[in-house]
């Protein structure tokens, strides 16, 4: 038996429910993988929304950070 998701008492503790702006799932904020755990209910869902990941950046720049090439013009 499928215990639709809704008002009421469910079992769940709804406060913690979000739902995904890319993939609008409902999921439980807390166990997001994302870096915006608020808002999207995966790493891949912030990625494809946004182009990258806030983790992924800042790893880029840490990145760039160590190397001796001269910054291309991002296009
Ligand atoms: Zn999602």
Known sequence: MDTP???GPTGMNLNHIKVCARCSLRYDWRKSPSSMKM???S???ERADLGF???ALLRYERVK???KEPAAPVV
Request: proline share 7%.
């Open 5 to 7: 998701i809704g008002p």
């Open 53 to 55: 990941t806030l983790e």
């Open 65 to 67: 950070d160590e190397s």
């Open 39 to 41: 808002t999207y209910c």
């Open 43 to 45: 790493s891949l869902c």
